[in-house]
């Protein structure tokens, strides 16, 4: 079997020891005559995965008692709904930092729900720089400010988390689990798994107790925080496949060395990539602002479109898949989190600067 590295943004690569421990057990559970996704999800067998990957998770995250762990269905698209449908009923008002295409749809669906102001708007500069945390503010009577931690197709991605009194609310789909975090920051981080965590299919929200108390009582069962925290998420039935591979997946990621050890990765993995672009700055343009350059995932563009497009077929002609860059954006882009080897960034590296001796 040859993988290629797979540079896609999500779904995306997963560590191969938890890919390998899912095909040992996905016909016969550990000795149980079925797999775990033909199990009752109230049964030993499940009850035990549900129950280690809150724990798996917590402990990774180093989340303080005062956290719920929730595994909810419908994507962190349906988190944009769910936020202001559970915080914001009655006129409430909250804050949103306007930063790419992702934060676009976070805002579109707050502002049919809820009072909305932008705290930031980056449409000015085409999304390709972030402020300083520092010039970032909220109004005094808004619930929470809204940031999208990393910017999934634009490439930028916050450094540092803005000094606010109200609490912080962040989508982090495409960061989460690559960094420690000033924790008692934020309110509610949510993010789909389908990039640093599983498969597509779960959405991990992690919500403070008085945020938590701070939601709608009445609204569908299904659409309200305080059903499915006091239920443990198990209010009805759970993504029993990605929250089984999310349980591994914590649990690899803990037996390496945690969240330093993936922040330091990702050092690594960037920092190869944007010295690359460095070295060839007439050939390679990267559109964002130095100071927020996503770690997560890389943009960038070639002098042509002709160019861009011969240098996506070669690289995969060589083994390293998922580079075209956005539909809405065009050009490259390489999204490289935490399962992604350090090999493959070198190996993207490598090539382009082959690609640049020889077009530049
Ligand atoms: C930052 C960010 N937010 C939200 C989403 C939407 O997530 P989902 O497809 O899980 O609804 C994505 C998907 O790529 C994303 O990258």
Known sequence: MARIYNFSAGPSTLPLPVLEQVQKDIVDYQGAGLSLI???????????????????????LGLPENYHVLWLQGGATMQFAMIPMNLLQGGKKADYTLTGSW???????????????????GSQENFTTLP???????????????????????????????????????????DFLSRRLPLEKFGIIYAGAQKNLAPAGVTVVIIRDDVLEQCADDLPAYLAYKTHAP??????????????????????????GG????????????????????????????????????????????PTEDLEKQFIAEAKAQGMDGLKGHRSVGGCRASIYNAMPVEGAKALADFMDEFARKHG
């Open 103 to 121: 934060a676009k749809k976070a805002v579109a669906d707050a502002k049919k729900l809820g009072d909305i102001a932008l705290a930031y708007d």
């Open 132 to 174: 300083a945390a520092s010039d970032v503010g909220a109004r005094d009577d808004a619930v929470y400010l809204h940031l999208t931690s990393n910017e999934t197709i634009g490439g930028v991605q916050w450094h540092e988390w803005p000094d606010v009194a109200v609490p912080l609310v962040c989508d982090m789909s495409s």
């Open 38 to 60: 033909e199990a009752s999800h109230r049964g030993p067998h499940y009850s035990e995965v549900h129950e280690a990957a809150g724990a798996a998770m917590r402990k990774l």
């Open 259 to 302: 969240l330093d050890w993936v922040a330091g990765l990702a050092e690594e993995r960037s920092g190869l990539l944007y010295g690359m672009m460095d070295r060839h700055a007439g050939f390679y343009s990267c559109p964002v602002a130095p100071h927020c350059r996503s770690k997560m995932n890389v943009v960038w563009r070639l």
């Open 231 to 256: 239920k443990d998420s198990l209010y009805n039935t759970p993504p029993v496949f990605p929250i089984w591979v999310a349980r591994l997946v914590l649990d690899y990621l803990d037996e390496n």
